[in-house]
C-alpha cells in the first residue's frame, strides 16, 4: 500500500536564513525530521520548484512543495482477528486489548497479535512505524490501548508519552494485606542473570508506581497503580520488589502462595488464574488533533471479577473503604 502526501507552505520572516530541514519540519509537523530530510534529498521537498539540500538556507516568501509517496512501514500481514474498540477516529484508535493477545509480531509470535488485527481493520497503519503502535501491554494484561492512526497522532502520541502527560491507571490484585497506598521509586534495568526479567537495579532507568488500596481481603489487596513512568514490566517488578507480587504471575510471583485454613475452592482459584492479576483500566491523553484530554475506561474482565468475588467470600478482612 502507497499514499501520496501533497502539501506546502510559504517561508516566514522569522524563517528566512535557517536551515531548509529545520522550516520543513515546522511547516509540516506530521513528519519526521529525518523523513522530511530524505524528501529533501530525493527531490520530494522543493523551495520554489528547485531541488535544494537539507542544510541550505530557506528563503523569506518562499515556497517549500512536499509530493511524497508514503510507503509501507511494516511488512507484518493482516488477520482477521476480533477487536473490541473502545473509540476510533481518523488520528486514533483505542482498543480493549483481552489477556493472552501478544501486542505486536515479534519471536515466536509472528502471527495473531493485535497488530495483525489491526492492519486487517485499518490498512492504513502500515504506513506507520511499528503499524500505529506506540506503547505495549504485556501479552497477559488485558486492557485499554491506544494506537495511532495518522502521522499527526504518531508524533503527538509518543511526545505525550515522553513528556509523563498520558495517565494510566490499572487494577491489580496482589498478595498481602495492605494497610494503605504508597509510592515505589525504584530504578528498572534487565536483570543481571535471568536476561528474560526486569529487576530494581540501582543502574536501571528511574521507575515511579503510584497505587492506592482498594479493598483489604485476609491475605490480598485489590489496588489501583497509576504509572508516572512505563518501563518494561514496571507493576510486576515493582510490587514484587515490595514483596507484594501479582497473583497469577509466574515471572515474578513465583508459585501460588496458599493462605493458611484456606479452602479448597480458594486453593482451586489461586492455583489456576492463568495470568498476572493485572488490567489496565484506564487511559487519558490530549487528542492529537483537537487538544482536548480524552478519558476512557473499561470494566474489570470476567476472570478479575470472579476471583475478587472468591476472595471476598474466602479469604474475608475487616471492610475497607
Known amino acids: 500500500m502507497t499514499e501520496t502526501t501533497r502539501q506546502q507552505g510559504t517561508i516566514l520572516a522569522d524563517q528566512h536564513g535557517e536551515r531548509i530541514d529545520q522550516v520543513a519540519a515546522a511547516l509540516f509537523p506530521d513528519f519526521s525530521r529525518s523523513r522530511l530530510q530524505a524528501w529533501i534529498r530525493d527531490g520530494s521537498l522543493t523551495m520554489n520548484g528547485e531541488k535544494v539540500r537539507p542544510?541550505?538556507?530557506?528563503?523569506?516568501?518562499?515556497?517549500?512543495?512536499?509530493?511524497?509517496?508514503?510507503?509501507?512501514?511494516?511488512?507484518?500481514?493482516?488477520?482477521?482477528?476480533?477487536?473490541?474498540?473502545?473509540?476510533?477516529?481518523?488520528?486514533?484508535?483505542?482498543?480493549?486489548?483481552?489477556?493472552?493477545?501478544?501486542?505486536?509480531?515479534?519471536?515466536?509470535?509472528?502471527?495473531?497479535?493485535?497488530?495483525?488485527?489491526?492492519?486487517?481493520?485499518?490498512?492504513?497503519?502500515?504506513?506507520?512505524?511499528?503499524?500505529?503502535?506506540?506503547?505495549?501491554?504485556?501479552?497477559?494484561?488485558?486492557?485499554?490501548?491506544?494506537?495511532?492512526?495518522?502521522?499527526?497522532?504518531?508524533?503527538?502520541?509518543?511526545?505525550?508519552?515522553?513528556?509523563?502527560?498520558?495517565?494510566?491507571?490499572?487494577?491489580?490484585?496482589?498478595?498481602?494485606?495492605?494497610?494503605?497506598?504508597?509510592?515505589?521509586?525504584?530504578?528498572?534495568?534487565?536483570?543481571?542473570?535471568?536476561?528474560?526479567?526486569?529487576?530494581?537495579?540501582?543502574?536501571?532507568?528511574?521507575?515511579?508506581?503510584?497505587?492506592?488500596?482498594?479493598?483489604?481481603?485476609?491475605?490480598?489487596?485489590?489496588?489501583?497503580?497509576?504509572?508516572?513512568?512505563?518501563?518494561?514490566h514496571q507493576i510486576r517488578v515493582h510490587m514484587a520488589w515490595k514483596k507484594h507480587p501479582l497473583v497469577g504471575d509466574p515471572v515474578y510471583g513465583g508459585r501460588p502462595r496458599i493462605p493458611p485454613g484456606a479452602s479448597q475452592r480458594l486453593i482451586t482459584a489461586l492455583r489456576e488464574f492463568p495470568r498476572q492479576a493485572l488490567h489496565a483500566r484506564s487511559l487519558a491523553f490530549d487528542h492529537p488533533s483537537s487538544g482536548d484530554r480524552v478519558e476512557f475506561t473499561t470494566e474489570l474482565p470476567e476472570d478479575l471479577q470472579a476471583l475478587l468475588q472468591i476472595l471476598a467470600e474466602e479469604d474475608p478482612h475487616a471492610p475497607f473503604g
Not at 486492557?143 to 495518522?150: H, I
Not at 537495579?201 to 513512568?229: C, M, Q, W
Request: proline content about 4%; overall charge positive.
Open 55 to 232: 542544510r541550505d538556507k530557506a528563503l523569506v516568501g518562499a515556497q517549500l512543495k512536499l509530493d511524497a509517496q508514503l510507503e509501507a512501514e511494516v511488512s507484518w500481514i493482516p488477520e482477521a482477528i476480533a477487536l473490541d474498540i473502545l473509540h476510533e477516529d481518523e488520528h486514533v484508535i483505542v482498543v480493549n486489548k483481552p489477556a493472552g493477545l501478544v501486542v505486536h509480531p515479534g519471536a515466536g509470535n509472528t502471527h495473531g497479535t493485535l497488530v495483525n488485527a489491526l492492519l486487517n481493520y485499518a490498512p492504513e497503519l502500515e504506513l506507520l512505524p511499528r503499524g500505529g503502535i506506540v506503547h505495549r501491554l504485556d501479552k497477559e494484561t488485558s486492557g485499554v490501548m491506544f494506537v495511532a492512526r495518522s502521522t499527526l497522532a504518531h508524533r503527538s502520541l509518543v511526545a505525550q508519552l515522553a513528556d509523563r502527560t498520558v495517565k494510566r491507571e490499572y487494577a491489580a490484585i496482589c498478595l498481602g494485606a495492605l494497610s494503605g497506598g504508597a509510592t515505589i521509586n525504584a530504578p528498572i534495568a534487565r536483570h543481571p542473570s535471568a536476561r528474560t526479567k526486569m529487576a530494581v537495579v540501582d543502574s536501571g532507568k528511574p521507575a515511579i508506581t503510584h497505587y492506592r488500596l482498594l479493598k483489604r481481603f485476609g491475605h490480598h489487596s485489590h489496588i489501583a497503580v497509576n504509572l508516572e513512568t512505563g518501563r518494561t
